[in-house]
């Protein structure tokens, strides 16, 4: 039995080992050196100066939908092919989120679909970097522009991407939000962070994560409603090491991408994951194809189990989730791009650390299953 090959790893090593153990001895586990320390460093990576490290991507989004200012009732366009807590962070405020389609290429929201949505009770938007590719900013802040409209950007899959004109995603002085899971790019463990447009707007969401405290407060003094959202000092000693070899591991991430895209370009009917068009840069987090429409990807799933390779539909439609359903009355063929992206794409095995025989491994059975048809493996 070979080995099984898993959908992603973190790269730690000896240097984030040493962080933590110097942390965990410091006796400083929240709200101490590291905190400063990581919001520095990773401001420093992006070009942007109001960085706030909070528990996870999820409660930065709804940090940044607080502070860019969205009431009960209010409507905010956003994509539908998205993890779904770019949705839920809405539903946290009582806001609602209204879909509209994607790009088919970027696999981005579109634009002309986003201003088509727009009602009169919009009050946002909030676009997605998904898989690390640049959502067309220039657009979207030009329809904000003109309709009055905030702008919060989900960055959590797109640390290191850059956008046309040079800009690192998450640093074009809009409230953005990056996500460092495991199987981010970098990662804290648990942890998040937003990008603030200037320090009024870094001071309320400072205070909201650390439960409505102004800085000079004590422990029992709150003039707000906040959270619990911080990002403890040991995960901050983490993300503090791994921006050190954040390159390196972006690097990585793009050769092992070169790898598959190679590998697998004569497989007729695949998707394959856009390349970079028009001076953007995608920063690698996974690496997902569409497979060809005549394939059942839970067979697909299973043939490709079966060969250790593990897989995994990613990403469901948001809309198309019971609770969406249920709440909103949503239905297939609403999103008709989004929703065959959604039924045909599949995550393969991407981290750094994946080594070029693996990739072989998963190039090969991915070829056999999506030339092949998947009965022979069922
Ligand atoms: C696009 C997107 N938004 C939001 C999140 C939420 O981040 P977290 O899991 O850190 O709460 C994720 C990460 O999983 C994501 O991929």
Redesign the pocket.
Known sequence: MTDRIPLARPLVGEREEQAVLETLRSGHLSLGPRLEEFETALGARLGARHVSAVS????G?HLAIRAAGVQPGDEVVTTPF??V??ANCLLYEGARPVFCDIDPRTLNIDPVAAESAIGERTTGLLP?H?FGYPADMPALERIAAERSLWMVE?A??ALGSVHADGAPVGARGNLSVF???PNKQLTTG???AVIAPDREVKERIDSERNQGRAPDMGWLDHDRLGFNYRLDDLSCALGVAQLERLDEMLAERARLAGLYSEALADVEELVLPCPDAGGARRSWFVYVVQLPPGVDRDAAVLALRARGVDSKPYLPAIHLYSFYRERYGHREGEFPICEDVARRSLALPFFPGLTDSEVERVVEAVRAVATEGVTAYR
């Open positions: 996870s991507g999820t409660a989004l998205s993890f807590a770019s997605v998904i989900d959590c899959e996500g460092f899971y648990e942890g998040g």
